[in-house]
């Protein structure tokens, strides 16, 4: 009786209260690269309903690089207006970080997309289907592949521009994606870019099979590193009674004011604590590609779209660092003796499983792919340095990393033949005497791999393992060059059997590109050789946005 008492006098006083509900207070301008890009999104939507087909692509090509170009232009704003050093804080009640390792990715992310989305939008690689020009993406995705709707699809000339808007809400999770500043706004943006690439992997013109294949693994795997990583923000609010970063590193460090009754048995609970944050670490390192985490790689990599292999091998990683950056130095700075060993670890076998198993491979996609994981193991030993400047060299690491991987890739959809794109490595023999342009290029986007100075890939392999050197961990680095060594083998290989050997009988041909992948191919050597010439600049401009804010 007294219970029933106790509710209705609940009800009673809850209804009496007065109903004010206050209103979010949303920096609009600080989140405003974000909101354009979305925005652009949502437009090329209403183009694909509401235009005519063979209007769609020109229309959809625009949208795209405009919205992309004007979010660029929002977060060289806000860098300009202070946002990045003395202006840092967090937007969007404290969902959202605007500081300088934040306003510095979501620059890169949009760069990379900016580039990717010209190879998105090349229509001269393949031969003219019944008069009409075709792209890497299938006519119809939804229809059996090889089967009598996809063939209807193909004789009409249709295209698939809806790659775009999917291509434009993946961006949009990207930027918020290294930005995020609590638990549960990371776990929407990792959806958010996450959703549209499994998609985007699945629309090969050719090898529709593969392609499908490869986006049923990325899908499965990815759910499950999606669980793991929301049982781990549940372990921690467990742990911290909040899923804000500060709040969380606050419990941490034992600077927390206030305790909320409820969850006061539970707060400074270590086994939810590690528990926790080693499941939102899988989630992350998943993303990332490092070892053991790393099998959806080398699949993906093969069946999806080259395109699309291009913008994800560049654009995912710089994210998912951003992300894995800002959890361990803003969220988990006071566990740093815990993580740092299995950072140490998972940085090793990274390094050394990614050279070694390159070594064996026989299409250039998965080399390129297993070269991927190998970077991924570099990169993560300046992220164990735990220094403002393993920071800094993080950043200049990605952001020269993400423009040779998408030349590379580039490159890759020139080399072909009657079925298609050529990825076997023996078919590529003698290309340097058919096309010396085609595989002088390609040759400098491999040394850049491989670390060789003058190149971009040279100067952040340089900061990073200085960093880590300056942090402690010379046996990383020392790790790190002999996987340097061993990578470049294979890099060396490639350079060889394209020069050096004689063209076979019926080998590939190389395509002649359209403006559009000639300016994303010269966009990459551009960077990689500015940015090993003189790296100066950018790596003070990493240093100057390696603050996070707290």
Request: net charge positive; aromatic share 10%.
């Amino acid at each position: 009786m007294t219970s029933a008492a106790t509710v209705h006098s609940l009800w009673t006083t809850a209804a009496d209260a007065p109903k004010k509900i206050p209103s979010p207070h949303i920096e609009y301008g600080q989140l405003s690269p974000t909101l354009i890009v979305l925005g652009a999104a949502v437009l090329a939507i209403l183009v694909e309903a509401f235009l005519p087909r063979r209007l769609r692509h020109p229309v959809q090509l625009m949208v795209t690089t405009v919205g992309l170009a004007a979010a660029f232009a929002a977060v060289v704003a806000l860098a300009a207006g202070g946002y990045g050093t003395d202006k840092a804080h967090p937007a969007a009640m404290g969902a959202v970080a605007v500081d300088g390792p934040a306003l510095f990715l979501q620059g890169t992310v949009l760069l990379v997309a900016l580039v990717a989305a010209f190879t998105f939008g090349e229509r001269r690689l393949d031969p003219a289907a019944h008069g009409r020009p075709v792209d890497s993406f299938a006519a119809q995705p939804a229809a059996v592949p090889g089967g009598e709707a996809e063939r209807a699809a193909v004789k009409a000339g249709w295209t698939t521009t809806e790659v775009f808007p999917l291509m434009l809400f993946a961006v949009a999770g990207m930027l918020v994606f290294p930005a995020a500043d609590d638990l549960l706004t990371l776990f929407v943006a990792l959806e958010v870019f996450s959703l549209p690439l499994y998609v985007l992997c699945a629309l090969a013109r050719r090898q529709r099979l593969l392609s499908q294949e490869a986006a049923v693994k990325y899908f499965l795997l990815g759910a499950f590193a999606s669980a793991f990583l929301l049982f781990g923000i549940a372990l921690l609010y467990g742990y911290a009674g909040t899923v804000t970063y500060s709040g969380i590193a606050d419990v941490v460090n034992g600077t927390v004011r206030t305790v909320d009754p409820v969850l006061a048995q539970t707060m400074g609970n270590d086994a939810l604590l590690l528990i926790g944050g080693a499941m939102v670490l899988m989630g992350l390192l998943f993303k990332v590609g490092a070892v053991p985490f790393h099998m959806w790689t080398p699949d993906v990599y093969q069946g999806a779209p080259t395109p699309v292999t291009g913008f994800m091998a560049a654009a995912t990683k710089v994210a998912a660092f951003g992300a894995l950056l800002r959890l361990l130095y803003v969220v988990l700075p006071g566990m740093r003796w815990d993580w740092r060993p299995v950072m140490w670890g998972v940085a090793i076998l990274t390094m050394l499983f990614g050279a070694v198993v390159a070594v064996t491979q026989t299409d250039v996609k998965r080399l390129l792919a297993y070269s991927s994981v190998a970077h991924a193991g570099f990169i993560l030993s300046g992220v164990v340095a735990t220094r403002p400047d393993g920071v800094s060299s993080v950043l200049f690491y990605l952001a020269a990393y993400s423009f040779v991987t998408l030349g590379a890739f580039a490159v890759v959809t020139l080399v072909r033949d009657a079925g298609g794109e050529a990825t076997q490595l023996s078919k590529w023999a003698g290309l340097g005497r058919r096309s010396p342009l085609v595989a002088a290029v390609f040759a400098v986007f491999l040394l850049a791999f491989a670390g060789i100075p003058l190149t971009s890939g040279f100067a952040g392999k340089f900061a990073v393992f200085k960093a880590a050197a300056q942090g402690g961990a010379v046996p990383l680095v020392i790790v790190g060059v002999v996987s340097s060594a061993i990578a470049a083998f294979f890099y060396i290989r490639v350079i060889v059997l394209m020069f050096f050997n004689e063209p076979k009988e019926g080998g590939p041909s190389v395509a002649v590109p359209s403006f559009l992948t000639s300016t994303a191919i010269g966009v990459g050597v551009v960077v990689t050789l500015v940015l090993g010439v003189a790296p100066q600049y950018f790596l003070n401009l990493a240093g100057q946005a390696g603050v996070f804010v707290r």
